[in-house]
């Protein structure tokens, strides 16, 4: 019995250990959808990526450089919980589109989609936990593979995809494949001279302009938290102002709507209008040296 329990200890250690190895990582995909060869260091190490390639990498949580073929080098941070994203060195655009999903429990007549403009993106970073979709790039969408990703208790969800622009593939209409809400062109794309779009870093704030004391207050507190999550590299200590920027934004969602700064909804609150520099950011460009 006590070499049974032994046993069971020392699996439980090991397992132990393999998920604090593999929790600490974060899956970023280095792409070139480009039809030129593309030259990046990622933390000293070269990627040489040939057209219409890509690679997968997995960084730790904490601080980053990038360097482009030019010389340009782009010092970046993972923060705890990140979901990962894509590293976009070519400025390559990036589409996101939708999948509707509904449990064979119910019937949902859906009403033919409008149309409208598809958001895109090409951030030299794009970041999964700021933009948010539940298909990577090359991640094919089928009817199988929803439920699987279906979050507790809903039968009706509208997945995303994020697709690179060498996903060329137009829609499979045989069974078990899923049907994308709106048609877009994928197009082949030639850029004669490919160039990462690197932002300008911004240390500016939209402050709303009010006499509302406790409103202010409460801006103040998210904004000093933004700047304290932004300057730690511990993760219990984001873990732990995550959740209290969590508790002031249902507050200003529930309490302060008239301002229009909260947007989404009461369990997912969405304060980008404040233009803040980490919060609800799984990565962030900390400088840029050309």
């Known amino acids: 019995m006590k070499k049974i329990f032994l046993l069971l200890l020392s699996v439980f250690f090991i397992s132990n250990s393999l998920f604090a190895a ?3 990582k974060h899956i970023f995909y280095l ?17 040489n990526l040939k057209p ?14 990038a360097e482009l073929s030019d010389g340009t080098k782009v010092y970046f941070k993972i923060f705890a ?46 970041d999964k936990n700021y933009i948010a979709w539940e298909y990577d790039i090359f991640e094919e969408v089928t009817k199988e593979s929803m439920p699987k990703k279906l979050p507790p208790n809903e039968d009706i969800h509208v997945f995303t995809k994020i697709y690179s622009p060498s996903e060329l593939k137009e829609p499979d209409y045989t069974e078990g494949k899923a049907i994308e809400v709106y048609s877009f062109k994928k197009s082949d794309i030639d850029m004669e001279n490919p160039k990462a779009n690197l932002p300008k870093i911004d240390s500016d704030y939209n402050i709303p302009n009010n006499d509302d004391k406790a409103f202010q207050n409460y801006i103040k ?43 989404g909804s009461y369990d997912k609150v969405d304060l980008k209008a404040l233009n803040l520099k980490s919060l609800d950011r799984g990565v962030i460009i900390t400088e840029i040296e050309e």
């Open 22 to 24: 593999t929790d600490d």
């Open 31 to 47: 792409d070139n959808p480009t039809n030129k060869n593309i030259k990046i260091t990622v933390d000293s190490k070269v990627y």
């Open 81 to 126: 919980n990140s979901k990962g994203g894509i590293i976009n060195p070519t400025g390559a655009t990036y589409t996101i589109n939708y999948f509707r999903y509904q449990s064979p429990r119910i019937s949902v007549d859906w009403r033919d989609p409008e149309d409208t403009v598809l958001p895109t993106f090409d951030d030299f970073i794009i």
């Open 52 to 65: 219409k390639t890509y690679e997968v990498l997995n960084l730790k949580m904490g601080k980053h450089i």
């Open 221 to 263: 507190q998210i904004i000093d938290l933004d700047k304290a999550y932004m300057n730690t590299n511990d993760a219990k200590k984001q873990k732990k102002i995550l959740q209290e920027y969590d508790k002031i934004a249902k507050i200003i969602w529930s309490n302060y709507s008239k301002y229009n700064i909260a947007q």
